[in-house]
């Protein structure tokens, strides 16, 4: 595996340092010398105090803003919707502390490196001084619930090294036994970085914020311990091994905070108890293990020169002059995968905005979990690149914002189900936030978050999951959907109030406005939710009320139009629009992530679908890095290769720091302090897009190579997982497949297509020789088996 991240200087800044992480404990690794500072995140710790109650909007305002709307009257909806039915702001994801450390007395240090290896999930810094080697070992263990740091010289007992703990939230260090300890509180309220305000951070002594702790414990050591005003010194050792564990007053969904401290910190110490029981040894080969269960399931090599021993910053510049460097593509792809094992794991949050890293006290977004693309951006990769666990925390959040989606559909919509808006945070807020309607006011959330509960069935095949996870939370949605739609003038049933996610229109006065009704984007997802229940009650039982409320409504779903310029069109009308570029692409849900508009089918919309993206780019979109993102998947299911390899090289050579991190550029929203910041979804949907460009199966059958680019003359990736339950390896020279080997993980029917003519192979004997010109060729599976497939 092309699997290391490396740099001969330490990092200058975040975009430069390092992530490790354990879904839940993280950081960001900068490898100074003599002076180091680690930043710390939990994953847990957010700004606030607990879920609020929502206000319960009086009855009569929905039907006035309905009638507004119906009466095309949009800015005076607009206007009433801003003043009167949004709600209030949401918390933010904290930095937890910062852990720094001095090598004492090292100077004009030499032979610097230091490196991710995302194949263990390890960081490492060396250097010599002197003649002395010094070599550092950090990573955070998912199996033992903590960040290892390991400090070693190679000849001597050379280490001389000062370690104290800080924190940007209100916090005090103390001394424990054999360590230091940082206690703090993270605020009661932080007002959103996009909001211009006199005081945004907010401690109130009545109504505190969580609690937290950080224990750094020395774990084993030849040196001289001391502990000096709370700060962890070592001397004259040849091998230091720390523990840092940390914990907070977050007990879960709809619990009560907890503010005993004793608790806390007695969750702490059980770890480094039983940790000190393990050699170093010992914890790093479980950490391993277990990291290289996951990481390990996919190989992605691209023939090429091996430019691996050049710098990941100098292999990035490079690139961006214009130089080869094939396998930068798979490293990246990989980073991404990496990333994900690092921020998602069974039992801890979801991957936020930024993953889990993040530094500052106001974050971009306040780091929130955004449901209008970047949350199930983050998780499209999940199943297909063979990660297929680190699913259970956003299937987690979806079950809670379903619990609390119930309040908000009652009084904000006077509806039966659930429902969640725009912005999510830690407290399962799913109210429509303050500020303007354009993104706070898009009930729509939940529903495009109930489709990636089926997009995990169909790759899983997973009978039980249907049953006891997918379903109740997908009925729930419908019974949302069945309530929210109305009737208009025109006998159809539509979403109104409804706004496109983000973007803004021109009226016939020339008013800007959100708000109409039935954009395309509400009645593509609608729509797909329908069809799912529909799937759904082929497949189990299911209420059949509302099954036949489904069948009767869906008909009913407005059409999809396509405007004069032959594009799909973003509202029910043909308004003007204000961004022809904007970054969003919602109106063409229907053909990517969803896809019931595809290239077997609806031949007009298909092409008013490339019309529509064409527009898009041609006016400057695409230029956020989750955006960009999104266009390589457009692209390749577009079958438009040079298109799709054109924004995975914008992608990477424009969006990217030099640590890998995806790039987000200022909107030009004009708020204070409005900056460059760093988000996580334009990794997880690059690498996507990178997939797709090798595999696709979307559309029922196993596509391999369906828009390689020519650049990739020949290549392997082993190990992906397509829609069925199949694991895919696919190999290929000359720009044309070589073999695949697909292995049944379920025993469904195996569907394949290719331009070519193809031989099957199962146990060792040819089973047929397949003419296939692009046909669809199907073969019934048992669980286990592997097909082997040659072009003949």
């Not at 936030?433 to 898009?442: D, H, Q």
């Not at 069935?457 to 997918?470: E, G, I, P, R």
């Not at 069948?551 to 396509?562: A, Y």
């Not at 092409?607 to 692209?635: P, T, Y």
Request: charged residues 20%; glycine residues 6%.
């Amino acid at each position: 595996m092309n699997s290391k991240l490396w740099y001969k200087h330490p990092a200058k800044s975040f975009s430069e340092a390092l992530p490790f992480g354990n879904g839940s404990l993280g950081g960001m690794a900068y490898g100074g010398v003599p002076n180091e500072r680690i930043t710390l995140n939990l994953d847990t710790l957010w700004s606030g105090t607990g879920t609020k109650s929502e206000k319960k909007l009086p009855d009569n305002l929905l039907a006035k803003a309905r009638k507004l709307i119906f009466n095309n009257e949009f800015n005076k909806a607009e206007e009433l919707i801003k003043n009167e039915m949004l709600g209030f702001y949401n918390e933010s994801y904290m930095p937890m502390g910062i852990l720094d450390y001095e090598y004492i007395n090292i100077n004009e240090p030499y032979n610097y490196k230091r490196e991710l290896d995302i194949s263990n999930g390890i960081v490492s810094s060396s250097f010599s001084v002197a003649g002395e080697e010094f070599n550092s070992t950090l990573f955070s263990t998912y199996v033992d619930k903590s960040i290892i740091i390991n400090f070693e010289a190679k000849s001597s007992k050379a280490l001389n090294m000062r370690f104290s703990l800080s924190s940007l939230l209100k916090s005090e260090s103390t001394s424990s036994n054999n360590g230091v300890v940082l206690t703090g509180n993270a605020p009661s309220h932080v007002e959103p970085n996009y909001i211009e305000c006199s005081e945004s951070i907010f401690y109130n002594k009545d109504n505190m914020g969580m609690i937290f702790e950080i224990s750094l414990d020395v774990h084993s050591t030849d040196g001289v311990v001391s502990i000096i005003n709370n700060n962890l010194t070592i001397n004259n050792a040849s091998k230091i091994v720390l523990i840092l564990t940390a914990s907070n007053g977050y007990k879960g969904y709809k619990k009560a905070l907890s503010y005993n401290r004793e608790e806390i910190h007695d969750e702490n110490y059980k770890i480094i108890s039983t940790l000190r029981l393990k050699s170093y040894n010992e914890i790093l080969e479980s950490h391993i293990d277990d990291f290289r269960n996951l990481m390990g399931r996919v190989n992605f090599v691209l023939e090429d020169k091996d430019y691996s021993y050049l710098p990941t910053d100098i292999r990035l510049n490079r690139l961006k002059d214009g130089k080869t460097d094939l396998n930068f593509y798979a490293l990246y792809f990989q980073f991404a995968r990496y990333l994900m094992i690092s921020s998602s794991r069974t039992g801890s949050e979801p991957s936020n905005l930024q993953g889990i890293w993040s530094d500052e006290l106001r974050p971009p977004w306040s780091s929130n979990y955004t449901t209008n693309i970047n949350i199930q951006m983050n998780y499209w990769l999940v199943c297909g690149a063979n990660l297929k666990e680190c699913h259970e925390p956003l299937d987690r959040l979806i079950k809670e914002l379903s619990d609390r989606g119930k309040e908000t559909a009652k009084k904000q919509y006077n509806c039966n189900g659930w429902a969640v808006n725009h912005n999510v945070c830690l407290w399962r807020q799913s109210n429509p936030v303050s500020g303007l309607p354009k993104f706070a006011y898009w009930p729509m959330g939940g529903v495009w978050l109930a489709a990636h509960l089926m997009e995990y069935y169909s790759y899983t095949m997973d009978l039980n999951y249907l049953k006891t996870v997918a379903y109740p939370l997908i009925e729930g949605c419908v019974e949302f959907c069945l309530d929210w739609l109305v009737e208009g003038p025109d006998g159809n049933l539509h979403t109104c109030p409804s706004t496109s996610p983000e973007n803004v229109f021109y009226d016939e006065y020339n008013n800007i406005c959100s708000v109409s009704y039935s954009s395309t984007m509400d009645i593509s997802l609608i729509y797909e939710l329908f069809t799912n229940y529909k799937k759904i009650s082929e497949i189990i039982d299911v209420n059949p009320e509302m099954l036949l409320k489904v069948k009767h409504s869906i008909e009913r779903l407005p059409k999809i139009k396509v405007g004069k310029d032959g594009a799909i069109q973003e509202w029910i009308l043909p308004f003007n629009e204000v961004e022809v570029g904007h970054r969003h692409l919602s109106p063409i849900y229907g053909f990517h992530p969803g896809n019931f508009i595809n290239t077997n089918n609806n031949k007009e919309l298909l092409e008013a679908c490339r019309k529509f993206v064409q527009k898009r780019v041609n006016n400057g979109g695409g230029q956020v890095g989750w955006s960009c993102a999104w266009l390589i998947n457009i692209f390749s299911r577009l079958k438009d290769i040079n298109m799709a390899y054109k924004y995975v090289q914008d992608l990477i050579t424009t969006s990217s720091y030099n640590n890998l991190l995806d790039i987000h550029p200022p909107l030009g929203e004009n708020f204070e302090g409005e900056k460059e910041v760093y988000m996580i979804d334009g990794n997880f949907g690059g690498a996507n897009g990178i997939m797709s460009l090798l595999m696709q199966s979307h559309l029922g059958y196993i596509e391999p190579l369906p828009c390689l680019p020519q650049q990739w003359e020949a290549g392997q990736i082993e190990g992906l997982v397509a829609h069925g339950g199949f694991e895919v390896s696919i190999w290929w020279k000359k720009n044309s497949l070589v073999k695949c080997i697909i292995k049944s993980l379920c025993g469904e029917v195996l569907r394949i297509k290719y331009q070519f003519d193809l031989v099957v192979i199962l146990n060792n004997k040819e089973i047929t020789t397949q003419k296939m010109d692009n046909k669809v060729i199907e073969f019934g599976t048992e669980p286990n088996q592997i097909y082997t497939i040659t072009v003949k």
